[in-house]
């Protein structure tokens, strides 16, 4: 997600259709899901009317109509049974690595909201995720608004930082390599010193693997953006108080053409390997929910949705693998469900089975993970992430990720 120029605007980030093809789909992986899922659904058909015959009890009473072609996600009390979608998962052992990934969350630049959050988890928040403004060059050197609202806070800062400045059309990546920014980045990290914040996690060029605003990563961009990303380290590591900085490489999950690699600067230069990811997927079969989708179909489309997430050409399983490889920590900078219904309803909504599926990719100590935030704002017109308007996945994360979990 990008947090736009405005901290109380974020833009919207989607499937990574980029300008750059370096890895192709597998074939294979495209020809299969949609036969098996529509063999599937016709079976689920099948089953659908013989419940409607002898009185089916579930989510959506068989023969209400969907608002919107889309199924109501409702709460168990609204619903007055316990439909599939509403009972408890076969209880899974847990590694207990879970509880030992320190727990993140955005909430604005508020830090009193973090302070909500955390009482209502039952559990110590440790990092608190932000994004200052980007307009033009004294906005990334000299975001004192923001430091001022977190200092002392207690919390370890993740913060949002841009490489190029939003409105000076300007600023190259030509130029950021030969170092004629690195004075916007050194007073950057002086200002964090003051700000008793020289141990924030700084998340440089966050999801750059996304087009975004002026930013449109090519191909030929790789040397430039190494050499830029090399400069801002070090830069930012030189002054003195700011030893502890930490550097968060961190793309947006999935996609099957983008090869994100490429740019990646080198282990001197990464603290840990960052993938932010959303309950969205474009695959067949996947999102949007179909109209009059019951308990069992949305559960179908859900479970496809997340193999997508988990298994396209770079999607968790392959960051996972690709951390491990760099001798690196995985983080999970922002994740969180996404209810698309007033955009283009290509999220899962109120669906607490992505919340189940993250916590035990997230607890599988081979895939390594640091630290993980959710991203508990609702964006202005794109959407709801924020667990206290989607129950049901509230209810999961807080057994989850809570004292209890």
Not at 193 to 218: H, P, T
Not at 258 to 280: A, N, Q, R
Not at 385 to 390: C, R
């Amino acid at each position: 997600m990008d947090w736009d120029q405005q901290p109380e605007t974020p833009e919207e980030t989607g499937p990574q259709t980029m300008a750059i093809a370096f890895r192709q789909p597998k074939p294979e992986e495209k020809s299969r899901r949609p036969v098996i899922v529509a063999a599937v659904l016709a079976v689920l058909a099948l089953i659908a009317g013989v419940t409607f015959v002898i009185g089916f009890t579930g989510d959506e009473p068989s023969g209400s109509p969907a608002s919107n072609d889309l199924v109501s996600e409702r709460t168990a009390e609204e619903q007055g049974g316990s439909g599939e979608a509403d009972q408890e998962p076969a209880a899974e052992p847990t590694s207990g690595a879970a509880a030992d990934v320190k727990v993140g969350v955005f909430r604005g630049t508020k830090p009193a909201e973090v302070g909500e959050f955390e009482e209502w988890l039952g559990r110590d928040i440790a990092y608190a995720v932000d994004y200052s403004n980007r307009d033009q060059w004294d906005d990334v050197a000299n975001p004192t608004y923001m430091l001022q609202a977190w200092e002392g806070s207690g919390y370890r800062m993740v913060y949002g930082v841009v490489m190029l400045p939003a409105h000076d059309d300007s600023a190259t990546l030509a130029a950021g390599a030969a170092g004629d920014y690195d004075d916007y980045y050194r007073t950057l990290a002086q200002n964090l010193v003051e700000y008793g914040q020289g141990d924030s996690i700084i998340r440089l060029a966050w999801e750059f693997n996304v087009r975004k605003g002026r930013w449109n990563l090519q191909a030929a961009d790789r040397d430039d953006f190494v050499a830029y990303w090399r400069n801002i380290v070090t830069t930012m590591r030189s002054v003195p108080g700011a030893e502890k900085l930490e550097f968060d490489w961190n793309v947006n999950n999935g996609g099957e053409t983008f090869d994100s690699t490429v740019y990646y600067p080198g282990e001197e230069f990464v603290d840990y390997i960052g993938v932010d990811v959303y309950d969205i997927a474009w695959t067949e079969g996947s999102y949007p929910y179909p109209s009059g989708c019951n308990t069992a179909c949305r559960k179908l489309h859900q479970e496809v949705a997340w193999d997508s997430i988990t298994d396209a050409g770079y999607g968790l399983d392959f960051w996972s693998a690709f951390a491990a490889e760099q001798g690196k920590p995985l983080s999970m900078p922002e994740w969180g469900l996404w209810d698309r219904t007033e955009t283009d309803s290509q999220g899962g909504m109120d669906n607490p089975f992505f919340i189940q599926q993250m916590f035990e990719f997230i607890d599988d100590p081979q895939n390594n993970v640091a630290y993980q935030a959710y991203f508990d704002v609702n964006p202005e017109g794109k959407g709801k992430h924020q667990l206290a308007d989607l129950p049901r996945g509230q209810a999961r994360f807080k057994k989850l990720f809570g004292s209890g979990g």
